[in-house]
């Protein structure tokens, strides 16, 4: 059971991808949404008699590598922590797949999309399965490409083909970050299982090892570049830049991409390697420092741009950074309960923003929509429902997981707790306004469209109506019905899967702080929601003129142009490679250093050697006699002249004048 749940979405991806011409459009689809289906239904049987009945799951499939030292099994490890991700994963991907069918029925190459989603939802149970860091590191990689893949579909695209390689270029930064901690492991504790290091990790605390004549500390290493590897993954701050161009993608990409798949690796990642982190207190703070700059940072970022799918974008950036701050702050469980409902509600947000571009002929400018409350009232509350959940209005699932997240960092009582429930609440407010802010230019303004794209604009068909209902159930329940399940006070949910350090648990202080600051972050949200929707009705001239004021206009600049990250790139470090890669790289020394000292050189050199060798050949004999006396001579001549340079000087000399005698005469041609 547990080997048909990891590998049906491969199997359906190599149908699909190899007789996808046979099957048809149909045929492919029905393939890969009935196996993805199936895994779902497997992984409710994998968390219940995992999680509920606390049975362990190991498989140790075969051998991959078996070498010395390094001894690599491909190996199956289901734990509490495991089911919940495939859980989130399968369906969320499944509903992907049945939402497809009709969002993408009119493009050609439908078997090919739909290849590329079941080959992405394999990847990713390979990385939250795998029982060791090099197998997880293949699902990480995997995800990796089907992002460029799939990012990159519509290929004739230049913005798809610049949003994947961006993509690809950041995330292979953060992989190689990851790669070097793999090898860090391996090298000190001579084994990559995750068992193995969780047992081994106590004894390495104070391990030191020598670098270039520095002393560094074994586990801080490991958990920083472990730390880049999940922030160029979860696109956290600095490495954020390819996560809003993604949405060059198709719309189910994007929801997949941002609700169950890739983004959510990194979370996960260090949920999963909490046994280290808890041993490196300082690395910690670190990741929460990085993690409550994201969530304020993506929240102000979102706040002023205009394209629906780009807002929904940052809004994941945001939550993602709320899930970091809270592992930084030791709060695992509450991070990983923020990111299992986080996903729901986000695919709820994603496909129905889908559903809108597609009734409006694929307009994503909300400037350019309004109205459309009466036209598409299905999409306006499932848009609604989502929003609510994502500002954590009260007793949706958003509310049990962002505010706890808020609770623990103030419960902290240390500096960086302030610091991160400070930024977070900002956040919270911010994400409130332009969630409302969303809400409002899409369905309740005026029409500012097209008349004939607005007139002509309705609900979609079934498949996309079943899946949005489908996420939006989870939406409002699933918090509720899980809290005291996976973050409950005295919850033993996840057991072995995630290591608190006792001098780190602060989830009993949490519930003794002020009411004030427990209620302070749902009504920041409240307040923002509600004062959007009042500034934009009845209020839009406060705004205009704010806009249009000094102050107000470099404000605007700034967030809109998304604090300058994408021009600093640009300028700073784009521009400097690809100069120093044509002038210098390619001109310099492919062109030129290797070209002539190499195969160029070389030919161009034996051409005119040869042409003068050719020219010698005038037919007359006195020449030839004459060339026969010469060679002769200066082969007798050298003789003579080596034996006298032999007892005077060094015969190695000899050697290097005449490698310089031939090199100089080799520039010379």
């Not at 009945?53 to 491909?74: K, P, Q, R």
Request: proline residues 2%; charged residues 10%.
């Amino acid at each position: 059971m547990y080997i048909l749940l990891i590998f049906l979405p491969i199997v359906g991806s190599c149908f699909t991808g190899l007789f996808g011409r046979y099957f048809g459009s149909k045929g492919s689809a029905f393939i890969t949404t009935v196996c993805l289906f199936i895994s779902f239904l497997l992984s409710l049987f994998c968390f219940y008699e995992v999680s509920f009945a606390n049975s362990f799951v190991y498989i140790n499939l075969s051998t991959w590598m078996n070498s010395e030292v390094l001894n690599v099994d491909w190996g199956f490890m289901f734990d509490s922590l495991t089911s919940s991700m495939c859980i989130v994963v399968t369906f969320i991907s499944f509903l992907v797949h049945l939402y497809s069918i009709e969002y993408m029925s009119h493009d050609p190459h439908l078997p090919r999309f739909m290849s590329y989603l079941s080959l992405f939802t394999f990847f990713m149970l390979i990385l939250v399965t795998a029982d060791n860091f090099l197998q997880m590191f293949v699902g990480w990689e995997g995800v990796g490409l089907c992002s460029y893949l799939l990012i990159n579909f519509w290929f004739t695209r230049i913005q798809a083909n610049k949003a994947a390689i961006k993509a690809m270029l950041l995330n292979r930064i953060g992989d190689f970050c990851l790669l070097i901690s793999i090898f860090v492991i391996f090298i000190n504790f001579k084994s990559i299982d995750y068992a193995t290091v969780a047992v081994l990790t106590p004894f390495f605390k104070n391990s030191t090892f020598n670098f270039l004549g520095f002393e560094f500390n074994v586990l801080n290493v490991i958990g920083v570049f472990m730390f880049l590897g999940a922030t160029g993954k979860s696109a956290q701050l600095a490495f954020h830049t390819w996560l809003p161009d993604a949405m060059e993608g198709p719309t189910p990409v994007s929801a997949l991409i941002h609700a169950a798949t890739m983004v959510t690796a990194g979370v996960f990642l260090i949920v999963r390697c909490s046994f280290i982190y808890e041993y490196i207190d300082n690395v910690l703070k670190f990741v929460a420092l990085i993690g409550a700059l994201t969530s304020f940072f993506a929240a102000t970022t979102g706040l002023l741009q205009n394209d629906m799918k780009r807002v929904i974008a940052y809004s994941t950036c945001s939550q993602l950074g709320y899930m970091i701050f809270a592992c930084g702050l030791s709060n695992y469980s509450a991070g990983f309960f923020h990111l299992t409902n986080h996903a729901f509600f986000k695919a709820l947000l994603f496909l129905s923003a889908g559903s809108v571009i597609h009734g409006v002929n694929d307009e994503q400018d909300m400037r350019k929509m309004g109205g459309l409350k009466n036209l598409l009232p299905y999409t306006y509350s499932m848009i609604v429902i989502g929003s609510l959940a994502l500002i954590g209005f009260p007793f949706l699932t958003g509310f049990y997981s962002k505010d706890l997240i808020l609770e623990v960092s103030f419960g902290k009582f240390s500096s960086l707790g302030y610091f991160s429930y400070c930024l977070g609440t900002l956040g919270a407010f911010f994400t409130a306004f332009y969630s409302s802010r969303l809400s409002y230019l899409t369905f309740v303004s005026k029409p500012m469209g097209y008349k004939q794209i607005i007139c002509f604009a309705a609900d979609s068909g079934k498949f996309i109506c079943v899946a949005l209902g489908c996420l939006a159930i989870p939406s409002i329940f699933i918090g509720y019905l899980t809290k005291d399940l996976i973050v409950g006070v005295g919850s033993d949910f996840f057991g072995t899967a995630v290591f608190v350090n006792s001098n780190n648990f602060n989830l009993f202080d949490a519930e003794f702080i002020d009411t004030f600051y427990k209620t302070l972050p749902v009504n920041l949200s409240l307040l923002g929601f509600f004062s959007a929707l009042f500034f934009y009705t009845f209020r839009s001239h406060v705004l205009f003129k704010l806009k249009q004021s000094y102050l107000g206009k470099k404000i605007y600049y700034y967030l809109n142009r998304k604090w300058f990250f994408d021009k600093i790139y640009n300028e700073f470090f784009g521009q400097f490679f690809f100069k120093f890669g044509y002038s210098v790289s390619y001109k310099f020394v492919d062109r030129g250093v290797f070209e002539l000292l190499g195969p160029t050189g070389l030919s161009n050199s034996a051409l005119k050697i040869s042409t003068n060798f050719h020219k010698m050949q005038t037919g007359y004999i006195y020449h030839y006699t004459l060339l026969i006396l010469i060679g002769v001579s200066s082969f007798f001549g050298f003789k003579i002249l080596l034996g006298l340079i032999g007892i005077i000087f060094d015969f190695r000399l000899l050697l290097i004048f005449l490698f310089m005698s031939l090199f100089l005469i080799k520039s010379s041609f």
